[in-house]
């Protein structure tokens, strides 16, 4: 019995840290206690009257991780073990009312379908871009597999729930700190609202990159110009 219930704890515990983190947030180690302390009675039982930041530390240092704001910090949060943060983690240490984006470069990239025959990268020389060049070619850059893109017939709600979702996990596992991905100042998983996206900007995410790269100089005062009439 008591093993079960071990077993449920920590699964509620990982559960908690991957559906907080998967949202673009680190779970406060407060939160968590909520949690398990609004949950089943067994739940609680099963720390054995250790402290919460103790048991994690001793019995699931191989699935999650505490995680500080900065080495001065009060706050204390956890997240996947395998979770890339950089030094900028103070920033997934948001509430939940904060919207969190996403770049547009790399929205788009798992936005736009792939082409039959092609593969996209994402690099970061000299700017985050992505690419999309025939499979067989050996080029730099952190490949998006098809796999990655919803499809387009969702509805926009669930698409833009999943493209976030998806931008984390491969964020996650290619090794890339989510601090290079998001918009600086803002948050990361909410696809940049249709107000602010000009019809320039729905114009280029038509267009592959070298195509953007042929037109991206002379339409400069072109966007300035659609900007104003949005």
Partial sequence: MEEQALEALKTHIKTKVD????SGRVLLLAELGKSIKDG???????????????FIASQMQAIV???RPSSTSKAVGIVPVNAVVGDNIGQFFSSR?????????????????IAPGTK??????????YIDVPANEESAGSEITSALIPPVGDPKHIRDAKIGENIRQWATGVGIGLEKIVQKGVGMLSQPSDNS??????LMAT??????RRLSLPLDIVEKLLKSRV
């Fill in 19 to 22: 559906e907080s983190w998967a």
């Fill in 40 to 54: 089943a009675p067994e739940l609680t039982q099963a720390l054995q009257g250790r402290k919460l930041s103790d």
């Fill in 65 to 67: 991780k505490i995680a």
């Fill in 97 to 113: 009312s904060e919207p969190i984006r996403f770049q547009k470069a790399i929205w788009m990239a798992f936005s736009k379908e």
């Fill in 120 to 129: 996209r990268l994402v690099t970061f020389d000299p700017s985050l871009t």
């Fill in 197 to 202: 996206r000009s019809v320039f900007s729905a």
């Fill in 207 to 212: 267009l592959s990159h070298d195509e953007q």
